[in-house]
């Protein structure tokens, strides 16, 4: 059959097919075609199957459409034909022919090019790679807009500039699904390997032009439940009996509307009120919550912020205790305000410790001249020494504050103490909390590994040459329980700590970050910090982490509908039972996942329905609920799963079991796992979705073209594998931010984004297109910004243009570029301000400020710099595939489960 062994595509280091049938895609590294001017012919791109009774598909005939960039594929926007038993796969033309006109999509060419020597026919520019991926997606979703009117959408991906339009489902921001049509039949999910999970950031902000969830008030009545598994009322309920009754979308039971709550049925069975209330039609709202839903039934006071400042000799050597005092004052002018509840001021308190071995209390009453001191030696038996005065209102206080502020540097500015204390001061927070009755975050400023005799005491347990070992559990799981038993206890009263770390040896942040982890807080870390380098990056985390958006004392739990439920949580919280995620706080930027299995077959299914309800206490103290739902489809084949799947959100998700399966069993074992499930991804895909074709072609589905490069990411990652380079601290960091974050911040985490800037035009604005992660693309003469949202470096070639390096840096040379400078100085030119745009652009969207690296080519920076280029060959392992070899490993994987 003509075409059936699909053709070798041009290109790819093989004769070149004449008139092909399509043409290639622009910059895809293809010579152009004789013939190309010529519209495809008929029946060549795609020869028609005998027997298949398929009509040519409509659109392949023609010339591609101007500004379409290329003929539209079948079974994309397409029914499936008659007579085909299968809907076609997007991407691939019948005969195996790619039906995007780029090798990716279809097949690569035969088995002999993929295992001899003549390996270089393997051409790197003919993979998938997502530059290309996030450009399609881009103009298809070109309105600009994504409507969440329809159960099972798949939303654009992160990378994609769009607002949400919410008409019934959470957006994407707030909640993505790694698939949006599920299996009906549990075994056909477990044959795939796809997982179902689903990644929550219940917090996040929406975007300008969005519109933030309302806040339903029903007052005494309170939320309207339903009565069995107790969902809350959204768009998913249908109503009966005229409007009396509704029936619940989860469980499938009927609950009586209350009285209060009656709204008569238009002629199709929907309310009369449908569409003046935000629960009825909207995916995600806020309802006010009763005294039920509050601690012992009494509403809560506004929470409160408590900072606890190490002024040991170190932090006041190194001017931290100085920074922090002196930019205080304007950090707290941005505490964050309850704008949903009509508030317009803050309500937030706010309190102050310093510690070293004993710990300061300072009692800022608004009556006071001036704060008053008292110190707990005995930390032993902590306890708070003061009743009132410790947890104070900003504007009442702002003199008394004030005041403690100027004389914190000098009272500790010629002290000699070493010692510090931690776990003693994480207690003394959490007790003040108590005693004040409320809920909120204690944010310390910490710098030596605690060693000092109290509680909390940790030893000096540092050996990176067990990372990348069976043995690295031994350094990446706590050294004790004490951090997460008190992380617990925090959780018990509201309180969640934020930990900034300023250490300049060995911390154990594996131990220390788990009272971070269980209450829902954050950890930052500033080692080898210095003032006049670092204060910048440490005082713009310290503002954002304070003004974001934030709740506390919060508890959440997933409901879906039966026949499947949520069984494993990942993320930063403290769960007593197996259902709800409990966390002290919650805060915009985080992500909580969590795994969706089957517990029988689906069929009289019409649908996935998935609600998260998370109840909180405001920063004005009100107590509420913001409930996300989310629907996706059910399907009885796998062509339809493979076709609606969001790969960033399966890798995300992989990401946080992965590492958290680190804890269970060896790195080995992770690494061959994500391998292996990698392979079965793509062999169940080609067994059963992909049309017949020889061997030799690795036939990827279309929206998971993408998955052994980034399955490779994820493998060859600091947070999974980073080894003795990185260190056992530097490890467990990298593993508590990947277990917090949300799918924007993990694409560019694993794929990190590479942006030319020597070649940027002055009159353009905006952030220029990324090039691929490999040194392939890295040119002598070329300037270049890579970032991770963790680093940030900025690479310069030795050839690059004098005249660029002068307008930027203000020197005559690459090699006289002061490279130990940690930021970019706007210079009075063109150029340097647009260079300045585009860094302050690419830092400003991420959740931590990064650390600007200037690694000049040839320097010994530069294996820094190509350590993160991650199609290449990793520097530190010889274990790390390059993307090249992984894909070759993943078709011969494959070919042997399939054989």
């Keep these: 059959q003509p075409g059936m062994g699909m053709p070798p595509q041009p290109g790819m280091g093989m004769p070149q097919q004449p008139g092909m049938g399509m043409p290639p895609q622009p910059g895809m590294g293809m010579p152009p075609q004789p013939g190309m001017g010529m519209p495809p012919q008929p029946g060549m791109g795609m020869p028609p199957q005998p027997g298949m009774g398929m009509p040519p598909q409509p659109g392949m005939g023609m010339p591609p459409q101007p500004g379409m960039g290329m003929p539209p594929q079948p079974g994309m926007g397409m029914p499936p034909q008659p007579g085909m038993g299968m809907p076609q796969q997007p991407g691939m033309g019948?005969?195996?022919?790619?039906?995007?006109?780029y090798p990716s999509a279809g097949g690569y060419p035969g088995a002999g090019a993929m295992n001899q020597p003549q390996r270089k026919a393997l051409d790197p520019d003919s993979m998938p790679n997502p530059i290309q991926v996030m450009a399609?997606?881009?103009?298809?979703?070109?309105?600009?807009?994504?409507?969440?009117?329809?159960?099972?959408?798949?939303?654009?991906?992160?990378?994609?500039?769009?607002?949400?339009?919410?008409?019934?489902?959470?957006?994407?921001?707030?909640?993505?699904?790694?698939m949006y049509s599920v299996p009906d039949n549990p075994d056909m999910k477990k044959q795939t390997?796809?997982?179902?999970?689903?990644?929550?950031?219940?917090?996040?902000?929406?975007?300008?032009?969005?519109?933030?969830?309302?806040?339903?008030?029903?007052?005494?009545?309170?939320?309207?439940?339903?009565?069995?598994?107790?969902?809350?009322?959204?768009?998913f309920m249908t109503f009966t009996d005229?409007?009396?009754?509704?029936?619940?979308?989860?469980?499938?039971?009927?609950?009586?509307?209350?009285?209060?709550?009656?709204?008569?049925?238009?002629?199709?069975?929907?309310?009369?009120?449908?569409?003046?209330?935000?629960?009825?039609?909207?995916?995600?709202?806020?309802?006010?919550?009763?005294?039920?839903?509050?601690?012992?039934?009494?509403?809560?006071?506004?929470?409160?912020?408590?900072?606890?400042?190490?002024?040991?000799?170190?932090?006041?050597?190194?001017?931290?205790?100085?920074?922090?005092?002196?930019?205080?004052?304007?950090?707290?002018?941005?505490?964050?305000?309850?704008?949903?509840?009509?508030?317009?001021?803050?309500?937030?308190?706010?309190?102050?410790m310093t510690y070293d071995s004993k710990i300061n209390f300072y009692n800022c009453n608004s009556l006071l001249a001036q704060p008053q001191q008292m110190t707990v030696g005995d930390v032993e038996d902590m306890f708070v020494p003061l009743a009132e005065g410790l947890m104070v209102d900003l504007d009442k206080s702002e003199a008394v504050i004030d005041s403690l502020l100027q004389s914190i540097p000098a009272m500790f500015a010629e002290t000699r103490e070493t010692e510090t204390v931690l776990g003693p001061v994480i207690q003394a927070g959490k007790e003040a909390f108590k005693a004040a009755?409320?809920?909120?975050?204690?944010?310390?400023?910490?710098?030596?590994?605690?060693?000092?005799?109290?509680?909390?005491?940790?030893?000096?347990?540092?050996?990176?040459?067990?990372?990348?070992?069976?043995?690295?559990?031994?350094?990446?799981?706590?050294?004790?329980?004490?951090?997460?038993?008190?992380?617990?206890?925090?959780?018990?009263?509201?309180?969640?700590?934020?930990?900034?770390?300023?250490?300049?040896?060995?911390?154990?942040?594996?131990?220390?970050?788990?009272?971070?982890?269980?209450t829902g807080g954050q950890l930052y870390k500033y080692t080898y910090f210095q003032a006049d380098l670092d204060g910048e990056r440490f005082i713009s985390d310290l503002t954002h982490n304070i003004s974001r958006p934030v709740v506390f004392d919060a508890i959440m739990r997933v409901r879906t509908s039966t026949g499947v439920r949520p069984t494993d949580f990942f993320g930063s919280f403290y769960m007593a039972n197996t259902t709800d995620m409990e966390l002290a706080s919650v805060n915009s930027d985080m992500a909580l996942a969590c795994e969706i299995k089957h517990d029988d077959k689906l069929t009289d299914e019409d649908g996935v329905y998935i609600q998260a309800a998370l109840l909180y206490t405001s920063v004005s103290g009100q107590r509420r609920l913001r409930i996300c739902n989310l629907a996706l489809a059910t399907c009885d084949n796998m062509g339809e799963l493979y076709r609606n799947c969001d790969l960033d959100t399966v890798v995300n998700f992989l990401a946080k079991q992965n590492i958290s399966r680190l804890m269970e069993t060896s790195p080995k074992q992770v690494k061959e796992g994500l391998m292996s499930q990698c392979a079965t991804i793509l062999a169940c895909y080609r067994k059963n979705c992909a049309s017949p074709s020889s061997a030799g072609q690795l036939i990827l589905p279309e929206c998971m073209k993408l998955l052994p490069l980034y399955t490779n990411c994820l493998i060859k990652s600091d947070a999974l594998s980073g080894g003795s380079d990185l260190g056992c601290d530097d490890r467990?960091?990298?593993?508590?931010?990947?277990?917090?974050?949300?799918?924007?911040?993990?694409?560019?985490?694993?794929?990190?984004?590479?942006?030319?800037?020597?070649?940027?035009?002055?009159?353009?604005?905006?952030v220029p297109d990324q090039v691929r992660c490999t040194i392939e693309k890295v040119r002598d003469d070329g300037v270049y910004l890579l970032e991770n949202g963790i680093h940030v470096l900025l690479f310069v070639g030795l050839a690059t243009d004098p005249a660029w390096i002068q307008d930027v840096f203000g020197v005559a040379t690459a090699a006289q570029i002061d490279i130990d400078k940690t930021?970019?100085?706007?210079?009075?030119?063109?150029?340097?301000?647009?260079?300045?745009?585009?860094?302050?652009?690419?830092?400003?969207?991420?959740?931590?400020?990064?650390?600007?690296?200037?690694?000049?080519?040839?320097?010994k920076l530069e294996i820094v710099f190509k350590h993160f280029l991650c199609e290449d060959r990793s520097t530190a392992s010889d274990s790390h595939f390059s993307y090249v070899d992984f894909l070759c490993h993943m078709h011969k994987e494959i070919r042997a489960m399939l054989s």
């Design 94 to 101: 019948v005969g195996g022919q790619p039906g995007g006109g």
């Design 136 to 178: 399609d997606d881009k103009a298809t979703h070109s309105t600009g807009e994504f409507v969440t009117n329809e159960k099972g959408k798949v939303p654009p991906l992160v990378t994609t500039h769009f607002l949400t339009r919410d008409q019934g489902n959470s957006g994407p921001r707030m909640m993505r699904s790694t």
């Design 193 to 235: 390997g796809v997982p179902l999970g689903l990644v929550m950031s219940p917090l996040a902000e929406a975007a300008p032009g969005e519109y933030p969830p309302p806040v339903v008030n029903l007052g005494d009545l309170g939320p309207v439940r339903c009565l069995r598994c107790k969902a809350y009322m959204s768009p």
């Design 242 to 352: 005229g409007g009396k009754r509704f029936q619940c979308s989860f469980c499938k039971a009927t609950t009586e509307v209350p009285q209060e709550y009656f709204q008569h049925l238009d002629h199709t069975g929907q309310r009369m009120d449908k569409y003046e209330r935000p629960e009825l039609c909207l995916g995600t709202y806020d309802i006010v919550a009763t005294k039920d839903y509050c601690r012992d039934s009494k509403p809560p006071n506004p929470p409160g912020i408590l900072f606890a400042i190490d002024v040991s000799y170190p932090m006041v050597k190194e001017g931290i205790v100085h920074l922090i005092c002196q930019n205080m004052k304007d950090i707290l002018k941005n505490l964050p305000i309850d704008h949903a509840a009509g508030i317009t001021e803050t309500k937030m308190k706010v309190g102050f």
């Design 437 to 518: 009755g409320m809920a909120g975050k204690l944010v310390v400023f910490h710098h030596n590994l605690p060693v000092a005799g109290a509680p909390g005491q940790l030893k000096n347990r540092d050996d990176r040459k067990c990372l990348g070992t069976e043995k690295e559990k031994t350094v990446l799981s706590p050294q004790t329980k004490f951090y997460n038993d008190l992380g617990q206890e925090c959780v018990g009263v509201g309180c969640s700590v934020d930990l900034f770390l300023f250490n300049n040896a060995y911390i154990d942040i594996a131990t220390l970050s788990q009272v971070c982890r269980l």
């Design 732 to 766: 467990a960091f990298h593993m508590s931010c990947v277990s917090n974050m949300d799918v924007a911040s993990s694409v560019v985490y694993f794929y990190p984004r590479l942006i030319p800037l020597h070649n940027i035009s002055t009159e353009e604005t905006g």
């Design 823 to 859: 930021k970019l100085v706007e210079r009075d030119n063109p150029m340097s301000r647009r260079v300045c745009e585009i860094y302050r652009a690419v830092t400003e969207a991420r959740a931590r400020t990064m650390k600007l690296t200037i690694v000049r080519q040839r320097d």
